[in-house]
């Protein structure tokens, strides 16, 4: 397996970067988002280089990951530029989300950065439990999407 592409989704949200990091940055909320997220430790307040724990699931699979934040930045420092990232492990790709202000209010863009060679864990994970890694992506960039269309209600409430 030679690893996998990046992955990315956008979606503009009619409300000020302000109101979609306030919405955002509530990581207790992003287990109602996220398609494959169960759940997630954290101690203490989220910021740069705070760790956490989480558990995911795909249909009867169902495995850990931990994080580290590596970007923890509030619109409202930098004119409405916003963002938050983290890194995971086992598959040490960054996830990352990005706002920008637009003319309709917000434009939110989620990434996952390229996996060029994953373990030999998350190759035995993806094609066994997870039908295989390019079928994972499609689902991933399935997710990605209904992960800011939950976020957009979210924010625009």
Request: glycine share 8%; hydrophobic share 40%; charged share 25%.
């Amino acid at each position: 397996m030679a690893g996998q592409p990046p992955l990315e989704a956008s979606l503009e949200i009619a409300a000020p970067p302000e109101r979609v990091w306030a919405a955002l940055s509530d990581l207790s909320a992003m287990r109602r988002r996220s398609p494959e997220l169960v759940g997630t430790l954290m101690r203490g307040a989220p910021r740069v280089g705070r760790r956490a724990v989480h558990l995911n699931r795909r249909k009867a699979v169902v495995w850990p990951t931990s994080s580290r934040i590596t970007r923890w930045k509030d619109p409202a420092h930098d004119g409405g530029h916003g963002a938050l990232a983290f890194r995971v492990w086992p598959t040490d790709v960054e996830w990352s989300y990005e706002l920008e202000p637009s003319a309709a209010g917000t434009l939110v863009t989620e990434r996952r950065t390229a996996m060029p060679r994953p373990s030999l864990l998350v190759r035995v994970m993806a094609r066994y439990a997870m039908g295989g890694a390019d079928q994972h992506d499609v689902e991933l960039l399935d997710g990605m999407h209904r992960t800011l269309a939950a976020l957009r209600t979210d924010a625009q409430r």
